[in-house]
């Protein structure tokens, strides 16, 4: 119910800034063509933000479309998003005064594959997924089943320490109730550690041996923003462009170096990925190693410099040998 | 050959015979995700879980990477080598009908002009036995394309789903005798006969999302031009390479080499239209914005590929529609574009 | 066993492997301009030497192995075939590397792919050949062509520029076609230098100033998308119909047989379909997508 209340504020606001020409686009969600999935809607017609929707599956990070639009953008952007967009201010992608920021205070996100895996169905076999406080609700063949959210939620949204943006023009609802729970959202990275050397290698070797290279973890990830990635330089050849493990994982690391800093923990690269290979234990081990090395989270405040194109004599240099 | 039918509980006695002969790929999860992968002598899991796989079957023909040749340097001079090849018999077991058909589809590119010398051969060596689908995603649309989940007519062999059994049909030469290669198989009665095609019929009806391909080649031609159209169509896509990659009828490659010391090899591997390096030059990159990408893409597909080669270069399968992580709708794009050029 | 016919590769590929490259060796390089190069080269194997043929306007996918592979077109004449030319501009990867060889280096190649200029249909006609830059390569196979089997055509008219005079290439034919007086020669440079004296001015301005007839002419166009895009419509204003323009075109290539699919336009291949086209057959795709 409270969903209904905040979409309708939010296609009211959406209008408004269109109708008074504050801004040229307005990207928000809308209903998705498979069930339950909802769909990036990019428009100029203040017609269709009628369309606008807010739900417990907005899953995708809104922030990653910013950088190619020209003009004023009004963007809906949840907890993780909204940093997203203050990393590209910080590193000069976007300026400030070209976003109206319409935040949603994020309870965190409903993971369809974690719902199958727990009910044994695929999700166009569900009835009805929904979310009601502390539980998501699932009908299957006319019957409901009840699940903690903590169960079916992605688990960067278990970890999420920033539900609520911080960063905002106008903020659609109340700051979320979200806790974060830091154990539960490192479960991959955990099992990983528990692995000596050599079985963790076996194991990257083993998932990036599916990697085919289709790019959707740079595609769909905001901190990915150049031009012309490493990858696709010729003079010198970083990698080889052919899909084999061992130049699959050196793309994941270097990808990973790339973004550390303006990694949110959107958890969108590992979502994104056709072939579940799981990025995030990648990305958020970065993510915890900037905020325990550096004390820096990505995309706090508009005014810090980015965290790897400055120093400061605190920063630790032990790993200098 | 009158048809058969072989009880599910002894169809891996049944692989186990095929495999005396062949190498057996089967629709597996072993590897992560659900793709066809070599049979280990007992896995049958797939008999629960089948829908449709991430990975469509052309990756045996046509690998993500795949050795082209390779090279020894002697001084200035080259030494040339192919690969090597036992020429190995292959059977695929459980391919669904719209990725057979999307097998006939590749074919017409891969013999056109120049014969493929790696796909073709792999081809030929290859025989497909179909496994109807019972169960199609809210993402299918292969009824729209011509097709049904339960097509036989681009496998040799095609088993359909009659409860505890399936109904086995000869469909060529080389599934005939793949079926006197096994005495599992029984004969099928008249009610099993029936039973198929109930299942035929009723998962037919299952297969609920349409698309309007009727003049879609001269729709999408008088829609060339429209810049708005493809722009607005183009704007939430991410310039990733899933829906093209995982395509069952995509086939862009690239070619590369790789030289550690005097040892080289040339590679090809997959790669997508979607990818703005795709079509850069030095100088100049013809479709370096993304609606021209995304027009070239929906356009080979349902207009250039016609007119090359008298077939739609999609089978509905779904996969685009399914793994896009922004939601993409080919559906959509296709509805969009024929709304837009009936209204002028 | 009948049930599957057995096949193999090895012997397959053997049999015609169209990836597989021919080994050649170079024989002479020339400086055209500082960055352009133009690579004299014959086949290592002595039987391909004599066989080998091809057509002005075909192109072949040049390898040096290790680095990688790229298309150029055959920039000799099929009727002066003691070797073969190619010419190419450094500019990334695979060029960078093909600049670092000397002569006796061996390089690969495969091909004569795509279509080739259409003699026949040239023939008795008037010619009008409109180059810039390196892209005169493919004209000067179709130009030493037909003026070695000259009384085949009528009138032939080049108008060839480039940016600067240090950026002409193949000064060499251009002198020869100079002195032919069965040619009429036009050079031109975007800007001169100090010791310049010929004309200034863009191609396709040029080519407007020489005005050829349309009448039974054939206008043969090659140079950058840019030349080209404004020499089209100076050449509709001259009379010319979109039949009686041809282009080649360059685009990026991997496989040069139609397969690879990055070279389309519209469903034509410039591989496969060309890289030769009448205007008429590219128009409705060459706006938006060249």
Redesign the interface.
Known sequence: MKDRETEQRLRREAKALLEQGKVDYIIGFET????F??????TKDKDSVDRLIINPFIV?NLS??LT?LKGRVGIVAKGCDNRSIVSLIQDNQVKREDVVILGVPCPGIIDLSKVEGLVGK?R??LDDVTRDGDKVVVTVDGEKKEFPASEVLFDNCLGCEFPTPQEYNILLDESSSLVADKTASRKGIETLEGMPQEQRWDFWE??F??C?????C???CPACFCERCFV?E??P?WI?????WQDNLIFQVIRNIHVAGRCTDCG?CE??C???IPLRSLTKEMYDLVDDLYHFKAGMDKEAAPLMTHYETTDPEDFIK | MANKKINKKNIAKLLGDWSKEFELFIPSKDEGIAKFAKWDGKDTSFLDWHRNTIVPPKAIFFPPVEEMFSFQKDKQSYHIELPSSDGQKQLIFGIRPYDANALTILDKTFKDTYEDPYYLPKRKNTVLVGLGCTKPYDSCFCTSLGGSPTDSANVDLMLTDIGDEFLVEGVTDKGRELMSMSSELEEATEADETRAKETKEATYQKVTRQLDTKDIEEKLLSSFEIQDLWEEIAAKCISCGICTLLCPTCYCFDINDELIKDRGTRFRSWDSCSFPVYTKMPMENPRIEKWRRVRNKVCHKYEFYPMNFDVIACTGCGRCVRQCPVNWDITQTLEKMQAKVQSG | MAIADISDRRRYLAQGNVYLPHIAIIEKIIDETPGVRTFHFNFKDEKLREEFTFDSGQFGEYSVLGIGEAPFCISSSPTRRDHLEFTAQRVGRLTNALHRLSVGAEIGFRGPYGNSFPLDFLEGKNLVFVGGGIALAPLRSLIWNVIDNRDKYKNIDIIYGARSPADLCFKYDLDAWDKDKSVSMATTVDKGDESWTGREGFVPQVLEQVAPSPDNAVAIVCGPPIMIRFTFPVLGKLGFTPEQIITTLEKRMKCGIGKCGRCNIGNLYVCRDGPVFTYAQIKNFISSEY
């Open positions: 998705g063509s498979l069930k999935t909802t769909t990036p809607l990019i995708n990653e479309y190619e695929d166009d076999e083993k998932e041996s599916r085919i290279r289709c790019y959707a740079r595609s769909i696709e010729s003079e050849q080889a462009p052919v899909p084999r969108e979502r994104a056709p072939v579940n």
